[in-house]
């Protein structure tokens, strides 16, 4: 589920910040939080929580999402034969 919500985010199919936020809390939180999604999760609580005195844009902070889903995406483990 966590790599059909990240190719959504990373091909913009997907809001970024709802995306991340869906993989934040309905995935990561089952899983216990793990570490490959430790990029996304902090995009969510970035995006959540942003406010405009951060002095940072929150379509920059979408583009980290965007970022850290490509990132999530091209570690994805391969089929073995």
Not at 4 to 15: E, H, K, N, P, V
Request: aromatic share 12%; glycine share 6%.
């Amino acid at each position: 589920m966590a790599y059909w919500i990240a190719g959504q985010i990373a091909d913009r199919s997907l809001d970024p910040a709802a995306g991340a936020h869906l993989i934040w809390a309905d995935i990561a939180y089952d899983l216990g939080y793990p570490e490959e999604l430790e990029p996304l999760v902090h995009c969510a609580h970035n995006s959540d929580g942003w406010e405009k005195s951060w002095g940072v844009s929150f379509e920059e902070l979408n583009r980290e999402a965007i970022k850290a889903a490509k990132q999530f995406l091209n570690r994805r483990p391969t089929a073995e034969n």
